[in-house]
T-cell receptor, first 112, second 109 residues
Framework: GAVVSQHPSWVICKSGTSVKIECRSLDFQATTMFWYRQFPKQSLMLMATSNEGSKATYEQGVEKDKFLINHASLTLSTLTVTSAHPEDSSFYIC????????FGPGTRLTVL | KNEVEQSPQNLTAQEGEFITINCSYSVGISALHWLQQHPGGGIVSLFMLSSGKKKHGRLIATINIQEKHSSLHITASHPRDSAVYICAVQGDFTDKLIFGTGTRLQVFP
């Protein structure tokens, strides 16, 4: 099956700093990528839908100025958590769609 | 009431047992996905179904569109099958997935 990678797999940062997470489709081109977050023992929550070359569509309640999404190419989308706070600590997962959705391995963010 | 309900929430089994996880949904869908999430967090897409039945190795997924119900079966379960299994539906005319809360499976040797 198609492979989606995320980098980094985990990151620890200080409160107030910004963190960038990359999502790449390795062997296919994805016009649409999705960003999710997951709190412990909870289901995935869609944050935003990212289409190549256009602005991301954010779900209700997700601050677009805090979670900046850039989908500059058909194989790369980035999520930047700006001015991170401890409550942003979570597991962030991306997926890329060609016909099916293929999920990345996730990035665990811990904000101290 | 959630749009996607899974049962059971937690499941323990002895190695070799036949396992069934159920998913019911209340919205119109274009496809249903079964996903597997291991303790490390990574998610693997097991099946995408829009009708009928699919089989991959020891895993079988079925869907009944009229009854808005799907099942995931694991035959001859093994400890490495221990994971959270998530049902997700893709609504009509949308790419977005609606997720169930997951079923935590533990298979003991």
């Amino acid at each position: 099956g198609a492979v989606v990678s995320q980098h980094p797999s985990w990151v620890i940062c200080k409160s107030g700093t910004s963190v960038k997470i990359e999502c790449r489709s390795l062997d296919f081109q994805a016009t649409t990528m999705f960003w999710y977050r997951q709190f412990p023992k909870q289901s995935l929550m869609l944050m935003a839908t990212s289409n190549e070359g256009s602005k991301a569509t954010y779900e209700q309640g997700v601050e677009k100025d805090k979670f900046l999404i850039n989908h500059a190419s058909l194989t790369l989308s980035t999520l930047t958590v700006t001015s991170a706070h401890p409550e942003d600590s979570s597991f962030y997962i991306c997926s890329a769609r060609v016909v099916e959705q293929f999920f990345g391995p996730g990035t665990r963010l811990t904000v101290l | 009431k959630n749009e996607v309900e899974q049962s059971p929430q937690n499941l323990t089994a002895q190695e070799g047992e036949f396992i069934t996880i159920n998913c019911s949904y209340s919205v119109g869908i274009s496809a249903l996905h079964w996903l597997q999430q291991h303790p490390g967090g990574g998610i693997v897409s097991l099946f995408m179904l829009s009708s009928g039945k699919k089989k991959h190795g020891r895993l079988i997924a079925t869907i009944n569109i009229q009854e808005k119900h799907s099942s995931l079966h694991i035959t001859a379960s093994h400890p490495r099958d221990s994971a959270v299994y998530i049902c997700a539906v893709q609504g009509d005319f949308t790419d977005k997935l609606i997720f169930g809360t997951g079923t935590r499976l533990q298979v003991f040797p």
